[in-house]
């Protein structure tokens, strides 16, 4: 059984131009050990999605369909107090340091170690600061930096306390949202490294989300590339960058430049960002899409099965 | 930035002021403060004082004991309670209380008005130069409103007094204004040096533009709307220092003010004996005071960058 | 930055700060209309007392001179003679200043922890009854005109229900019977301490309350809280851990800055009440035309005034580690 499967997850949220589809009907699924990535331009949802897995949606959002099966249970109809439960221990996130994701007055050992005593109530406190330091070490901080707090660290440091936290209930699901977008180069490359690290070695499932997709080829075992909530293409890493099918995936891929390989250019039109409120009928994607034809702006396309581990979204491509 | 067709709900209604872009923005800031309740509690308030103060001119005319400084009733020299002849009683030597009420509403519109019109030119002038010029004369103004802001205003005023005197009106709002600008040049400055590194002002300084006429013509406009904000805050303030001074007896003997009045019940010992004396004063001081501290508040929402999208007029 | 640096450099600041209002205090009462002898020297002095006062405080000099001369009469705690009690001002001075210190301080530190915790539930609580009553009942409170409020106080709690002494801070008959315990005198003094601190309290702490209400609603939009909720923790945790000590550090700065305003207010609750301290003394003196005593009254007062600036800035300083490390 899959880890987590994700089924027609459509999720929304009231605002005062009206209802925005942020996700619409976007199935996935992940195996124990396995990486997915989910790759898009910003607004596509996939932030959205990372948090609905975490149940961390805003008030103003709403679900509007599917199901989260994780283990086998429908994460959407767990109560608040079952959710903290699965919260940290069984799926964890890791943000981006850019964001102020570390509490300013407090030392940054005691952040981590508070997650440990939060979800296990025996652990006594010495305990648990002696995980924090192990976990220190695995993502390569020295153990004496423990009791500083967060203004005192590098970028790259705290995105790797940032990761210790996340890896400190030993969750079996990670989800990391941009976690190397504020950084430089060099250190995107370290925490990259790490990232991969200890996947590899805690066979921890991983959600990466990023608007980067060379970022997330190098990390993930799968991708997803997401339009306007709309999951567009799905499968395995090398299948879909072998062979791109789904228009907007090639725009993608042309926007990078590769050493051994030449990618056909692919000419879009400009476009504005789509509307969410009211979406165009047929494709998400028809607008900006330059082989789309008149019936693509009519019908809703369907997934189209290149290869048992790759699909697109795409009614050319029959 | 083009709207999709299919999005152009019907919330947006005809401008019929769009070539007039400070009427379309007051229209629409209006529509925001409509919603506020307590906005239109305030406004509401603040109407009432405003027809009370303007109704202080009448009693007089209607017969010369009403006046509230000199008008004294043939029948009556000392405190009564309300009647038909005086609805709010009169006073330890027998004036009419309702009009020395109607008249205090009139000072405290002109001191709270004037003291905070004056303080907050002041305080938005060297906010604008502080931030402008930068370095040297930034350091020496802020450090002026530093010193300036340590002191109680109040007590500042009152040896102020006892070295040059009785104080008339004017004096005390002139006091008034000296002392409650740096609050207001703080958030001027602030705001003065994040729009100093705007485009716009690059292109004017390009173009060959004075200081000078950058500051007024350029910075000034969009400043202001922060400005007209804090007066509110000023008016407030500035009724209750008169009104303390007054109440402290180094108010100007020849006005009567509410502060003024709760001065004479507390000094002819009425403390006790007329509530129909000691109580309305207070409650208007107080109650006029809420409705422009509402009236702020109400439009901080009406002005707020996080709320609103800055739109600097260039 | 270090602590200690930080501090020392407020101190210095606040000394310069203190130093020109000393300054400018001395050119006002020099500058001012009337003739300055008359203002420090008691005109019912004899001839001779008067010489020596004027040669003391330097009165026949030049200016610079008279400057050094005022300087040093500071330094050394001559604040001059009193006209109205005859004693000296610095005598008098110091022993109001323990009053003032008592009720001034036991307000603020009411009113702010009384006002921030009503604050913090206003915040969990928004958009509720409980918090449009408990915001609208501080903008109420917060507005009230103090003098009056004190005089409404004494009315109905002193006079008509007569459980508070109406004025002072000491019942004489206590304080002078030679057999009243101290236990006895500290609780004649609560006492009386009761309806002003009620007064200030009821003023101040309606501006905290607001202040915390949306100092929480900010903090709580903040990305770290969305990492405790991530972390699994409670709710209450996260407010009071997570979001609380952050959002209460501007209130600490906002104590700082309303400091003047609570000093003038405690000048008003002592008049109005009769309570024995710096302020009342400055309102007297200066009613009385007694600038001796007025001028030390004030000058105390600034100096309470930056004192405490000081003590609200090391404060924060602690508390905010961004500045301690």
Request: include cysteine.
């Amino acid at each position: 059984m899959a880890l987590l499967a994700v089924e027609n997850l459509s999720v929304g949220y009231h605002t005062r131009k009206g209802f925005l589809k942020s996700v619409q009907a976007v199935s996935f699924s992940l195996a124990e050990g396995e990486s997915l990535g989910l790759v898009g331009e910003s607004g596509c949802g996939k932030t959205t999605i990372g948090m609905s897995l975490m149940g961390l949606l805003p008030e103003n959002a709403a679900v509007t369909g599917g199901k989260i099966l994780f283990e086998g249970i429908d994460l959407l109809q767990l109560s608040k107090k079952e959710i903290r439960q699965v919260r940290w221990k069984k799926i964890a996130m890791i943000f981006q340091a850019a964001m102020n994701a570390l509490n300013p007055v407090h030392r940054v050992g005691e952040q981590i170690a508070e997650a440990i005593l939060a979800h296990d109530t025996e652990i006594s406190e010495e305990t648990a600061m002696k995980q924090v330091e192990s976990l220190f070490q695995v993502v390569g901080i020295p153990p004496d930096r423990m009791k500083d707090y967060p203004h005192q660290y590098s970028g790259g440091m705290k995105q790797r306390a940032i990761i210790a936290m996340a890896l400190s209930c030993n969750p079996s699901l990670i989800i990391a949202d941009e976690p190397t977008t504020a950084l430089d180069v060099i250190v995107q490359d370290q925490i990259l490294n790490a990232i991969k690290d200890f996947q590899n070695k805690l066979n921890v499932s991983l959600i990466f989300i990023s608007h980067d997709i060379a970022v997330v080829a190098d990390v993930c075992d799968s991708i997803g590339i997401m339009f306007a909530g709309r999951l567009v293409e799905y499968g395995n890493v090398k299948d879909v960058f072998d062979a791109p099918m789904h228009p907007y995936t090639q725009s993608l891929m042309a926007s990078y430049l590769t050493l051994d390989k030449d990618i056909a250019q692919l000419d879009s039109k400009p476009g504005e960002t789509p509307d969410l409120v009211n979406p165009t009928p047929g494709c998400c994607f028809s607008e900006r899409c330059a082989v789309a034809d008149a019936a693509c702006s009519l019908n809703t396309p369907e997934w189209v099965e290149i290869s048992p581990t790759h699909k697109a979204l795409c009614s050319r491509f029959k | 930035m083009t709207a999709n067709p299919s999005t152009q709900t019907s919330n947006i209604r005809e401008r019929p002021y769009k070539r007039f872009p400070t009427i379309e923005r007051l229209a629409e800031g209006w529509a925001v403060y409509k919603e506020n309740l307590i906005g239109k509690i305030g406004l509401t308030l603040l109407v009432i004082f405003a027809l009370m103060a303007v109704c202080s001119f009448f009693p007089p005319l209607i017969d010369p004991m009403y006046h509230p400084m000199t008008g004294v009733d043939p029948l009556i020299s000392h405190s009564t309670g309300p009647s038909w002849r005086h609805w709010l009683g009169t006073d330890f030597i027998g004036r009419d209380i309702l009009c020395q009420l109607l008249a205090g509403a009139r000072i405290a519109f002109m001191v709270g008005i004037s003291a905070a019109f004056m303080s907050i030119f002041l305080g938005t002038v060297i906010g604008m130069i502080a931030g402008y010029a930068g370095k040297i004369m930034d350091t020496l103004l802020m450090r002026l409103a530093d010193m300036i802001m340590v002191m109680p205003t109040l007590l500042v005023v009152l040896i102020l007094s006892s070295l040059f005197g009785q104080l008339n009106i004017w004096t005390i709002v002139l006091l008034i204004a000296l002392f409650r600008w740096p609050g207001v040049s703080r958030v001027i400055r602030a705001q003065t040096l994040s729009l100093k590194e705007r485009p716009f002002i690059e292109a004017a300084k390009v173009t060959g533009a004075s200081h000078f006429r950058i500051i007024f013509r350029h910075i000034m406009p969009n400043v202001l709307p922060l400005s007209l904000l804090y007066m509110t805050f000023r008016v407030t303030s500035a009724i209750i220092i008169e009104a303390a001074l007054a109440f402290l007896g180094f108010g100007d003997p020849s006005t009567v003010s509410w502060g003024m009045m709760l001065q004479w019940v507390w000094k002819t010992g009425h403390m006790f004996q007329a509530p129909y004396w000691l109580l309305p004063p207070g409650i208007c001081i107080s109650l006029l005071t809420l409705s422009f501290y509402m009236l702020g508040r109400a439009m901080e929402e009406v002005l707020d960058p996080r709320l609103r999208k800055e739109v600097a007029q260039e | 930055m270090e602590v200690r640096k930080f501090v020392l450099k407020r101190f210095v600041e606040i000394f310069i700060i203190f130093f020109v209002i000393l300054t400018v205090l001395f050119l006002l009462f020099r500058l001012a209309p009337g003739d300055p002898v008359t203002r420090m020297v008691d005109p019912t002095l004899t001839p001779e007392d008067s010489q020596h006062l004027i040669a003391q405080l330097g009165l026949d000099q030049p200016m610079g001179l008279q400057y050094l001369y005022y300087i040093k009469n500071f330094l050394t705690g001559n604040f001059g003679n009193s006209f109205h009690y005859g004693e000296t001002v610095s005598s008098i001075i110091w022993s109001r200043l323990p009053n003032t210190i008592i009720l001034f301080t036991t307000s603020i530190l009411l009113s702010a922890f009384v006002g921030v915790f009503l604050g913090k539930i206003a915040s969990w609580k928004k958009g509720t009854k409980t918090d449009t009553w408990m915001t609208l009942g501080a903008l109420v409170c917060h507005t009230l005109f103090l003098p009056w409020l004190a005089m409404l106080m004494i009315w109905i709690f002193g006079f008509k229900i007569g459980w508070f002494p109406l004025n002072g801070m000491i019942s004489p008959e206590i304080w002078m019977d030679p057999s009243s315990g101290v236990w006895l005198k500290i609780l004649d003094v609560l006492h009386h301490m009761v309806l002003p601190l009620a007064t200030l309290f009821s003023i101040h702490f309606g501006s905290y309350l607001l202040l915390m209400r949306s100092s929480m609603l900010d903090t709580l939009k903040e990305d770290y809280i969305l990492t405790a909720r991530a972390k699994g923790l409670e709710e209450k945790t996260i407010r009071n851990k997570h979001a609380a000590p952050n959002a209460a550090l501007p209130v600490v700065t906002s104590v700082g800055i309303s400091l003047a305003f609570s000093l003038s207010g405690g000048a008003l609750t002592e008049t109005v009440f009769s309570w024995p301290g710096i302020g009342r003394e400055l309102v007297f003196a200066v009613s009385n035309s007694d600038y001796p005593l007025a001028q030390g009254s004030f000058l105390l007062i600034a100096i309470v005034v930056l004192m405490a600036n000081l003590v609200v800035d090391v404060l924060y300083a602690y508390l905010d580690p961004r500045i301690k490390y």
